[in-house]
């Protein structure tokens, strides 16, 4: 595939499923000089992104970023989720608190390619999946199976409303708030490193404080 599309102009986005090594992404870097990548780490927990089937520590994880910005990388993309199997409240500000040493060690310089992101899995575990179908097996409780009941909570006034499951390591409630104290606290990170400008992030705090009186009276 690198040898097809060999000096492309156009912005190629690759995403990775598991650390590459330095002559992969170089090689990458030579057949398209503005690539892009995206990889899904889940958590900074070693242990919860194993137990979702992401077999890698922190370690490769940086290596491969590093590797990547040296090879040329426009723009590397890492997610991170909310509502894994074993994650608690703490666990996702901890993945918060990764977030901002991994923006602090590779945007330097006025030069930031690293984009970090959380969000819970939502709004539905996925009907049909290994997960939707043994909920029990893998800690978690599902509040809609049928199609008319998924279809009543996509109308419902809230988003906690639409989320269909809750974990045994974390309620629906304690979901919904730690996305929201994630959000508050990643704005705040994003514009410390001059990923947003200061008014955006001063308005995305206002709507994010919002969201939760309004969660909160709903």
């Not at 901002?100 to 009907?127: K, Q, T």
Request: net charge neutral.
């Amino acid at each position: 595939f690198l040898k097809a599309v060999q000096g492309v102009n156009e912005q190629l986005i690759f995403e990775l499923f598991s650390p590459a090594s330095r002559d992969f992404l170089m090689k990458v870097g030579r057949a398209a000089p503005r690539f892009t990548l995206e990889m899904s780490p889940e958590s900074h927990d070693e242990g919860i992104r194993a137990a979702f089937g992401r077999h890698y520590s922190n370690q490769a994880l940086e290596e491969t970023i590093a590797y990547a910005l040296e090879s040329g990388c426009r723009r590397f993309d890492v997610f991170f989720m909310i509502g894994l199997p074993g994650q608690t409240y703490q666990s996702v500000l901890d993945t918060v608190a990764y977030c901002d040493y991994l923006m602090e060690r590779f945007n330097r310089d006025g030069d930031a390619r690293v984009f970090p992101f959380i969000s819970p899995l939502a709004p539905f575990l996925d009907p049909g999946s290994r997960v939707f179908e043994e909920p029990e097996k893998y800690g978690y409780r599902l509040f809609c199976h049928t199609l008319e009941e998924h279809r009543r909570a996509l109308v419902q006034p809230s988003w906690k409303y639409v989320l269909n499951y809750e974990t045994r390591w974390m309620s629906r409630d304690e979901i919904v708030a730690s996305t929201y104290e994630a959000g508050l606290r990643f704005n705040r990170i994003k514009a410390k490193y001059g990923l947003i400008d200061p008014r955006l992030a001063e308005a995305t705090e206002r709507r994010i404080r919002k969201a939760i009186r309004l969660s909160r009276q709903i």
